[in-house]
């Protein structure tokens, strides 16, 4: 019992140093590039760039094809490119996808005039990007301030890549006033500028036609480009206004407006009533729950004015979200397999020896993970869940067959316990190789997408080894000390009852 109670605290011990994760990285053989260009940006500028992008990456032998498309999505803009890249099957390449998406990186740093980011094609969860910090608050200014040092705080965490902050580049704008008395004066009203420019600058549709594919296409009718190529231009365009005889004439735009350049953000996202900016980034090697650790230390230093608070989204949101139901799923699976012993051994105090044997699983589970350096993810906690009916079968062995033994051939419990263990060990052998094997090709990563499905195969063989040796000797040893106290409260309570 020492030494079961030993290798239990070291198997805590050991779980307590093992990092978490929402999901193992898997190598897909795919992933994405998502480049973005300057605010004031054209889809030619954007071609250009995706162009050396694509320049970048089309010698590296492990990649088998590529796709790129600009302004794809329901919000892409001519800003916004992405370049789908199909890697070679893994047994057909040297590298792994994680080191070419580090080769890339790499090479696409060279390039100006984009922000880009490697990301997961069809990842599980919530956002692109693993790891997303919330600052929320009113003010815009600080918010801006604030997210610009937490993005220089998390390029001191190595492991932390392709940093990037919601309203850190603003979009420019030319701005125009109608000077209401000078408008007044001349006759023409705000809204007949608005529509005026409005025809003139971003076109009037005037009629339209069906293509061959049967889709309706308008035509606009605007000035050419070269006439609304820059602000002064737009500044002597011409709009009609009564001339006080009945007819209309020609006044310059300059006339009965103001002008002033400016800058507003790309874009205004809340949550929970107040403004918020988001720092994304990707991780490399580095996962999900240590990430959040170290950012969340880097935090504590900004020191930011009351009203503003710093929280996390993207994955590390998922990952404690899912943490917390699985926790739950695994308090309600220890409390149904009680009820179901309880009720098949008619006893409250017999399940409780089988009961033992699922705390002794947790010391294999941590000490496998450790050692083939996986995670506490969502395959490996759904792993502990399935150990807590699977470890229980060989005590449920052990004690009902020394229970038949004790009531069918009239043994005493110390040599019906002991016969048991003699009796029962083949068959407790057997059923747990047969499922070591069993979970063998998961344990080792084969396939495509093993990686991900390997820690779950890692915790149950770990379980299955620890409690499958020390259940031989605990559960017997519980055993004997419950039937003991059984007894005792019998005799203590005058035989009343059944216990």
Same mark, same amino acid.
Not at 84 to 89: A, G
Not at 445 to 465: D, H, N, Q, S
Not at 476 to 499: A, E, I
């Given at each position: 019992?020492?030494?079961?109670?030993?290798?239990?605290?070291?198997?805590?011990?050991?779980?307590?140093?093992?990092?978490?994760?929402?999901?193992?990285?898997?190598?897909?053989?795919?992933?994405?590039?998502?480049?973005?260009?300057?605010?004031?940006?054209?889809?030619?500028?954007?071609?250009?760039?995706?162009?050396?992008? #694509?320049?970048?990456?089309?010698?590296?032998?492990?990649?088998?094809?590529?796709?790129?498309?600009?302004?794809?999505?329901?919000?892409?803009?001519?800003?916004?490119?992405?370049?789908?890249?199909?890697?070679?099957?893994?047994?057909?390449?040297?590298?792994?996808?994680?080191?070419?998406?580090?080769?890339?990186?790499?090479?696409?740093?060279?390039?100006?005039?984009?922000?880009?980011?490697?990301?997961?094609?069809?990842?599980?969860?919530?956002?692109?990007?693993?790891?997303?910090?919330?600052?929320?608050?009113?003010?815009?200014?600080?918010?801006?301030?604030?997210?610009?040092?937490?993005?220089?705080?998390?390029?001191?965490?190595?492991?932390?890549?392709?940093?990037?902050?919601?309203?850190?580049?603003?979009?420019?704008?030319?701005?125009?006033?109608?000077?209401?008395?000078?408008?007044?004066?001349?006759?023409?009203?705000?809204?007949?500028?608005?529509?005026?420019?409005?025809?003139?600058?971003?076109?009037?549709?005037?009629?339209?036609?069906?293509?061959?594919?049967?889709?309706?296409?308008?035509?606009?009718?605007?000035?050419?480009?070269?006439?609304?190529?820059?602000?002064?231009?737009?500044?002597?365009?011409?709009?009609?206004?009564?001339?006080?005889?009945?007819?209309?004439?020609?006044?310059?735009?300059?006339?009965?407006?103001?002008?002033?350049?400016?800058?507003?953000?790309?874009?205004?996202?809340?949550?929970?009533?107040?403004?918020?900016?988001?720092?994304?980034?990707?991780?490399?090697?580095?996962?999900?729950?240590?990430?959040?650790?170290?950012?969340?230390?880097?935090?504590?230093?900004?020191?930011?004015?009351?009203?503003?608070?710093?929280?996390?989204?993207?994955?590390?949101?998922?990952?404690?979200?899912?943490?917390?139901?699985?926790?739950?799923?695994?308090?309600?699976?220890?409390?149904?397999?009680?009820?179901?012993?309880?009720?098949?051994?008619?006893?409250?105090?017999?399940?409780?020896?089988?009961?033992?044997?699922?705390?002794?699983?947790?010391?294999?589970?941590?000490?496998?993970?450790? #050692?083939?350096?996986?995670?506490?993810?969502?395959?490996?906690?759904?792993?502990?869940?399935? #150990?807590?009916?699977?470890?229980?079968?060989?005590?449920? #062995?052990?004690?009902?067959?020394?229970?038949?033994?004790?009531?069918?051939?009239?043994?005493?419990?110390?040599?019906?316990?002991?016969?048991?263990?003699?009796?029962?060990?083949?068959?407790?052998?057997m059923t747990t190789l047969a499922m070591i094997f069993g979970m063998l090709p998961l344990?080792?990563?084969?396939?495509?997408?093993?990686?991900?499905?390997?820690?779950?195969?890692?915790?149950?063989?770990?379980?299955?080894?620890?409690?499958?040796?020390?259940?031989?000797?605990?559960?017997?040893?519980?055993?004997?000390?419950?039937?003991?106290?059984?007894?005792?409260?019998?005799?203590?309570?005058?035989?009343?009852?059944?216990?």
């Open positions: 019992m020492l030494s079961a109670g030993v290798a239990f605290i070291v198997g805590l011990g050991i779980m307590s140093t093992l990092e978490s994760s929402f999901m193992s990285n898997e190598d897909k053989s795919e992933f994405q590039i998502s480049i973005q260009t300057a605010p004031d940006a054209g889809i030619k500028e954007t071609e250009d760039r995706l162009r050396q992008v #694509l320049a970048q990456v089309k010698d590296i032998p492990e990649i088998s094809h590529t796709y790129a498309t600009i302004g794809a999505g329901d919000s892409g803009t001519v800003r916004d490119g992405l370049l789908y890249v199909k890697l070679k099957e893994k047994s057909e390449r040297k590298l792994g996808q994680f080191e070419i998406q580090r080769q890339v990186r790499e090479r696409l740093r060279s390039i100006s005039g984009i922000t880009f980011s490697i990301e997961e094609v069809g990842g599980v969860g919530s956002a692109a990007k693993p790891l997303g910090v919330d600052i929320k608050g009113d003010d815009t200014a600080l918010l801006k301030k604030y997210a610009a040092q937490m993005k220089e705080a998390m390029y001191t965490i190595p492991g932390i890549v392709d940093i990037s902050a919601t309203l850190e580049y603003d979009t420019p704008e030319y701005r125009l006033r109608v000077d209401r008395e000078r408008a007044l004066s001349a006759g023409v009203s705000s809204n007949d500028i608005v529509t005026a420019l409005s025809t003139l600058v971003g076109g009037t549709a005037v009629t339209s036609y069906e293509d061959e594919d049967g889709d309706a296409v308008d035509l606009r009718v605007r000035l050419p480009e070269s006439l609304r190529q820059y602000p002064a231009q737009i500044r002597d365009l011409k709009i009609t206004v009564p001339d006080g005889n009945g007819g209309t004439k020609l006044i310059p735009l300059a006339s009965v407006t103001t002008e002033h350049s400016a800058a507003s953000p790309t874009e205004i996202n809340r949550r929970d009533l107040s403004r918020l900016v988001t720092v994304s980034a990707n991780l490399d090697n580095l996962p999900a729950g240590t990430a959040v650790k170290l950012v969340t230390a880097e935090a504590k230093k900004i020191s930011m004015e009351p009203g503003y608070s710093i929280g996390f989204s993207g994955e590390s949101e998922d990952m404690e979200e899912s943490f917390r139901f699985m926790f739950e799923s695994l308090i309600l699976a220890v409390l149904f397999v009680y009820l179901i012993l309880a009720a098949q051994f008619e006893s409250f105090f017999e399940p409780l020896a089988i009961m033992f044997s699922l705390p002794l699983s947790i010391v294999g589970m941590a000490g496998m993970l450790w #050692l083939t350096n996986d995670t506490i993810n969502i395959m490996s906690l759904i792993g502990l869940i399935m #150990l807590m009916g699977l470890v229980t079968k060989n005590a449920i #062995l052990l004690v009902d067959y020394a229970k038949v033994l004790r009531r069918r051939d009239g043994l005493p419990r110390t040599e019906a316990v002991i016969e048991a263990g003699r009796t029962r060990l083949r068959p407790i052998v344990f080792l990563g084969i396939g495509a997408g093993g990686e991900g499905r390997a820690p779950m195969a890692r915790a149950v063989v770990g379980g299955l080894i620890t409690s499958s040796l020390l259940t031989l000797i605990v559960v017997p040893v519980m055993y004997t000390y419950l039937d003991d106290f059984s007894v005792w409260l019998k005799t203590k309570w005058g035989g009343k009852g059944h216990v």
